[in-house]
């Protein structure tokens, strides 16, 4: 069979933290996600941020909508970045009884390159 003309995109290594409890209740406040994401956003990796890093979410935790439910998803790089950063991203989830799901986004079809 012949290979694709198209080099092979590689698959990000996620997680997806639910803004929904364990009992199915919607987490409060409504802007956890972007709270989180703040605090967050130093950490990236090298030469990511530009002159206006400060000003951005980091690529390794971004927040998202998911089925109506705000949710933040996380890069498993941001564990090699910065081990602490992660486990605490993944003790606040677990703190607060939301729901985690190992995944990752895929491209829509004729999406990216």
Known sequence: ?????????????EFFILGITADGKQFR???WAERLCGVMSCFRPEGSGGTDAHLKFSPL???TVINGAK???VSHTLRELEPMAYHFVVNFAKDNGLQIVDACFLPLPGEGS
């Open 29 to 31: 406040p409504s802007d």
């Open 61 to 63: 935790v971004r927040p």
């Open 1 to 13: 069979m012949a290979e694709s003309a198209q080099p092979k995109k590689e698959l990000a290594n």
């Open 71 to 73: 949710s933040v998803v």
